[in-house]
């Protein structure tokens, strides 16, 4: 089967712009490939001057909302690095039983990498709601914040656009809807870097051996 790989445009962000960037893109793709029932529903970001949609389906925003809280975790365990999350679609395929292998077999039709590099710079700290504030920058640090802001906001629209082009384009290779019920008719599962670098790279070494096609990874 082939699989289709989209390696979005790396964004630079920090820490308190994590989640609201990471809900947007995740969301953005999901509603894109949801094939099902949907209540679609407008999300207006609170950092950035930008408006996506949502699904409208609670157990989907859970289940994003939980990825990226692990995502987070693992960021402030490694700091100032680069990272990947990776989306993946798959059809679902009875095997024939051996010795080494199971009887279902995960076919990897498509993969979406969210490509991120977490800086820190001014200190934030952050609410129970996680609504960042500033601890007494200077002029220059917060003309330099504005302008980082600005930059990523551009960088983000950017990647809205990647995800619509891409998913305009590339249709053949969509398989026919499964009997799922749920917005998202594909089952689909968020990987996130594990604790350590080599197993999130022996699980990426997997996947490309599962879909047979050449992975990029930053």
């Known amino acids: 089967m082939n699989c289709e790989v989209c390696q979005l445009k790396e ?20 509603f894109h490939r949801a094939l099902g029932l949907v209540r679609p529903k407008d999300v207006d970001l609170e950092l ?18 939980e990825k ?3 995502f987070v975790c693992w960021v402030e365990k490694h700091p100032n690095k680069k990272s ?12 024939q039983a051996s010795w080494f292998s199971n009887k279902i077999e995960r076919l990897y039709w498509e993969q979406w990498y969210i490509n991120l590099n977490v800086t ?16 007494d920058p200077g002029e220059g640090a917060l003309e330099d914040r504005n ?15 990647q995800i619509i082009k891409f998913v305009n384009e590339k249709k053949d290779h ?3 809807i499964p009997n799922l019920e749920g917005a998202v008719s594909f089952p689909y599962e968020i990987t996130i870097p594990s604790s350590s670098d080599s197993a999130f790279g022996m699980d990426m070494i997997k996947r490309m051996l599962q879909t047979g096609h050449p992975t990029m990874l930053s």
């Open 11 to 30: 964004l630079e962000l920090e820490h308190f712009e994590i989640r609201e960037v990471l809900r947007c893109i995740l969301h953005t793709i999901l």
């Open 48 to 65: 950035f001057d930008i408006t996506y949609v949502q699904c409208g389906e609670a157990e989907l925003e859970k289940k994003i909302n």
């Open 68 to 70: 990226i809280e692990q």
């Open 84 to 95: 990947q999350i990776c989306l993946s679609f798959y059809e679902v395929k009875n095997k």
């Open 120 to 135: 820190q710079h001014i200190k934030v700290h952050s609410s129970k709601y996680h609504h960042p504030k500033v601890v």
């Open 147 to 161: 302008a980082r802001s600005a930059a990523l906001e551009a960088s983000l629209r950017e990647v809205l656009f």
């Open 174 to 176: 969509v398989p026919p």
